[in-house]
C-alpha cells in the first residue's frame, strides 16, 4: 500500500479491496459507460467491513470538522436504501470517536414509498425540522438520488449541511449528445454549484490509482488511468 494516502484512506482503501467492495474488471455504469473498476458499497456487509466503513464516514467527517470543510450538524441522513446502515453505522461510530460532539448525534432515513398507517411517512429516526441534515450516502453518479434526498429534508423542515460519499469518481456527467470527448463538469461540481453545498469524498479516484499500486495488476491500473484520462471533469 502506498504511504502517500493518509492513514484513514489507506485503511478504507486497503478493507474495500480485501472485501470485494472495489473490483477491477468491466463494468457498466449507471451512465451506460463502461468502467475498468467499480465500487459496490452494498458488499460492506460483513461486521469487520461495516466497522472498517463506518470509521472511515466518522474519520472523514471528523477531520472535515476540524478543517473547517463541514459546518455542525444533528443528524446524519441515509437515502434509502444503501444510504440506510451508511448513517445508522456512521451515527454510532461518531458518538464512540468523539462523544463529547455527537453523544447527542442522531440518524434519519427515508423510505422509497411513504408508509400509509401504524407511524405513517416516508421518513425513520430522528425528526427533521429545525434540525440541521448530513447526507451520507455510498456514490454520485448523476446527482438524482441526492437531489431527492435534499428535496425529502427541506420539506420536512430540516437543513441541509452537506453530503458525504464514499467515492468520487471525478468523472465528467455524460453528454447531452452522447459526444463524452467534450470536457465537462462532474455531478458532484454541479451539486456544489446548484446548492452551495460541501460535498467530501473519503476516497477519489486519484486516491484510489495511487493507493492501489503495488495491490492490483498493472494491467488494472493501466486501464483505469485510461479511464481517468477519458473522462476526467473539469472541476
Ligand atoms: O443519483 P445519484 O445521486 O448520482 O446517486 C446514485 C445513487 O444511485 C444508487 O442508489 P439508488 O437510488 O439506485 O438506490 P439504492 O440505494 O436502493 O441502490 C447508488 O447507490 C447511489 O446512491
Ligand atoms: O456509476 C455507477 O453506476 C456506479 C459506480 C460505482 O463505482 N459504484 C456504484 O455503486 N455505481
Sequence with gaps: ???????????????????????FGQFSLKSGRISPYFFNAGDFYRADLLESLATAYAETILSARREGLLGEFDVVFGPAYKG?????????????????????????????????????????????????VLIVDDVITAGTAKREAIG???????????????????????????DDSKPGPSAIGELRKEYGLPIIA??????????????????????????????????
Excluded: W
Aim: charged share 30%.
Design 84 to 132: 440506510i446502515p451508511l448513517a445508522t453505522a456512521t451515527t454510532i461510530r461518531l458518538g464512540q470517536l468523539d462523544p463529547e460532539g455527537h453523544k447527542n448525534t442522531c440518524y434519519s432515513f427515508d423510505r422509497k414509498e411513504a408508509k400509509d398507517h401504524g407511524e405513517g411517512g416516508n421518513i425513520v429516526g430522528s425528526p427533521l425540522k429545525g434540525k440541521k
Design 152 to 178: 425529502k429534508i427541506e420539506k420536512e423542515g430540516g437543513i441541509v449541511a452537506g453530503i458525504v460519499v464514499a467515492l468520487d469518481r471525478m468523472e465528467k456527467l455524460p453528454a447531452a449528445d452522447g
Design 202 to 235: 473519503i476516497l477519489t479516484l486519484d486516491d484510489i490509482i495511487e493507493g492501489v499500486k503495488g495491490l492490483a495488476s498493472d494491467e488494472d491500473i493501466r486501464r483505469t488511468e485510461e479511464y481517468r484520462a477519458k473522462y476526467k471533469a473539469t472541476d
Design 1 to 23: 500500500m502506498s504511504s502517500s494516502l493518509p492513514p484513514h484512506k489507506a485503511a478504507f482503501l486497503r478493507s474495500a479491496l480485501s472485501g470485494g467492495v472495489l473490483k
